[in-house]
């Protein structure tokens, strides 16, 4: 289950969300999860193991599903269905990465150009346009497969490191009210993020030579970044709307 995270970028947007957030959040993962359960338990009951697994690339397990009922879903209507839950989580992650860019800026790590909001909608339109734009870049330089691999290999990482430093930040004291996540669950996400990545870099090792080329791309980028503005005053919230 990926793109849960993608809620915590925009967890500010939210009134109380030191209240709201971990409630909203652990309520939908559970949520999806049992959601999942049910649909992989329908779906043995519906069709043959044997059909389910078949890995047919014209027609997914799903589909297999679907159509096996007494009303079967056309082709048609299952793919405009399922290009509509495309392109919503597609919205969502453009939303996300785009509120990760305008905090980077605000910060310094990113050129200040990135934390630029709307007049009027007071949105990070130009982190937007260029989280998109990047996107389409990937898609056209790569294969869907090995964009999908090196993505699970940064979700591993990105999720084994907040384990890692919720761990490390339960030593620290804080005036206002939190969450605090349970240890045990701590190390046990660490465990398995490491056991993942294992695993993933064996199965296809040539996704590590693309994360480590996006990796020195950003490394480059964030210490030429940190010489051009190296000296330069604060960002300022009222000068950052355009």
Known sequence: MTGFENAANIAEETRDPSTVFPKALLGGMALAGVLYMVIA??????????????????????????????????????????????????????????????????????????????????????????????????????????????????????????????????????????????TALLVTGVIANAAILVYTMIDDPGSIVWCGGILAIGVVLYFVNNAVMKGAPPVDAADLTA
């Open 41 to 182: 338990f329908i779906a043995a009951m519906v069709a043959p193991m044997a059909d389910l697994t078949a890995g047919d690339g014209e027609k997914g397990s799903l589909l297999t599903v679907v159509q096996a009922g007494p009303l079967a879903i056309p082709e048609l209507v299952f793919s405009a269905i399922a290009l509509v839950a495309v392109t919503n989580t597609t919205l969502v992650s453009l939303v996300a990465q785009s509120r990760i860019m305008y905090g980077m800026a605000k910060q310094g790590i990113v050129p200040r150009v990135f934390a630029k909001t709307h007049a009027t909608r007071r949105t990070p339109w130009v982190s937007i346009v260029f989280t998109a734009s990047l996107v389409c870049l990937l898609l056209v330089i790569a294969d869907v497969d090995r964009l999908a691999t090196v993505t699970v290999l940064f979700l591993i990482v990105v999720y084994g490191m907040v384990c890692l430093a919720a761990l490390k930040l339960r030593s620290s004291r804080v005036e206002h009210r939190h969450y605090t996540a349970p």
